[in-house]
């Protein structure tokens, strides 16, 4: 999110322009396609500490969750006057082996550098709402294969999860190193995510894998390639 804020106007030309085009060419050329569109829990933007459902008041406070609310704007208007259908997920905090990217990543190689210290944003305190990217992509499944003509849910584990909480996982799986917190938010990154998933449990779809075995395979992964790649 914090790249929409150095990038507003490339990142609108990603997530708005590319979808419209992709519209168009389901309108004109292949009606009867199902789009499935990987939206943002950034759409709700601030929200007290309590599971987000998804007629919650979209709220985003960064360009990238703006322009998720005007993707998800745009695929309902092609739904409604075009008869387009679609599935849109708000996935929150995707995580998996191959993410070399965020919080994990770069925890990863904080903790495998030299030093005794590591530093890191905000308080611990915030929250995170984690899914596994295999259980990510059977929930596109399910979606994909459900025979409503329109869907909207969340695509998370429905687990509240403390980022100081998540550091410490990591920090287990290497050397004793001392965890600092230096109390700064960075613009744009909400303080509580945690979702509710049951609209997508209803669908027949439930998360399998566990933020702790998910946490231990990511590390195993990272130390097995390069952090310089």
Known sequence: MSDSVAHPHEDFDNTVNTLLATLEYIRLYNKKAKLIYPSSAAVYGLKKDRPIKENHKLNPVSPYGFHKEIAEELITSYH?????????IRFFSLYGNGLKKQLLWDACNKFSASGKEVTFFGTGEETRDWIHIDDAVRLIFEVSKNNR????????????VMISEVINLIAREFEDKKVVFNGES??????????DIKKAVSIGWQPDISFKN????????FRNSSPLS
Request: hydrophobic letters at 35%.
């Open 80 to 88: 409604k006057n075009f008869k387009v259908k679609a599935g849109i």
């Open 214 to 221: 998910g946490i231990k395979d990511y590390v195993n992964w």
């Open 186 to 195: 960075r613009k744009g990154d909400p303080k509580y995510y945690h979702a």
């Open 149 to 160: 003509n329109f869907l909207l849910l969340n695509g998370a584990s429905g687990e509240r």
